[in-house]
């Protein structure tokens, strides 16, 4: 396996369960890290657009939104056929994004990234809600909780 592999798996992952827990947040700082570490790799490909501070720009607007949506009445539970979805589209963006930066196969990195999103969905709505239940605290605190360990996940899988 080569050195980089290792890196690029554990920051897809990272950045998959992230998106698990905020579909826009993976795609996000997975933008963030390319715009700050260019790539021609991913230049010359047609996941390009992520390394443009425009998509960077973008990006943020949309995971910051999503922070405050997330605690709004009447939001789609994450585990919903179109949350999935987008779930799983969002993590393997960001997924195929690192890959490809990085010289490796871009449809490794999105797999990874799908996959990671989808069971972190899962694994984080129903902790959530059995940790609202256990504690007797709305749903809108533990969902603040839960935006700051996603963004220290994510904070952390970008550090260089």
């Not at 920051?11 to 890290?33: I, K």
Request: with cysteine; charged share 20%.
């Amino acid at each position: 396996m080569k050195k980089a592999i290792i890196p690029s798996l554990v920051q897809t992952v990272c950045l998959g369960v992230v998106t698990g827990m905020r579909s826009a947040m993976g795609p996000a700082f997975t933008s963030y890290f390319v715009n700050q570490h260019p790539s021609d790799k991913l230049r010359k490909s047609p996941l390009g657009f992520m390394q443009k501070p425009v998509t960077a720009r973008f990006l943020k607007t949309m995971a910051a939104g999503e922070l405050v949506m997330d605690k709004a009445p009447g939001i789609g539970d994450r585990i919903a056929a179109t949350g999935i979805a987008g779930r799983a589209l969002s993590g393997a963006l960001a997924g195929a994004t690192l890959y490809q930066a990085k010289g490796s196969k871009a449809w490794k990195g999105g797999l990874i990234g799908a996959v990671a999103a989808v069971a972190a969905a899962y694994a984080f709505f129903y902790l959530r809600r059995e940790t609202g239940k256990r504690l007797g605290v709305k749903d809108a605190a533990v969902g603040g909780v839960e935006d700051a360990v996603a963004l220290g996940i994510a904070s952390l899988a970008v550090r260089k």
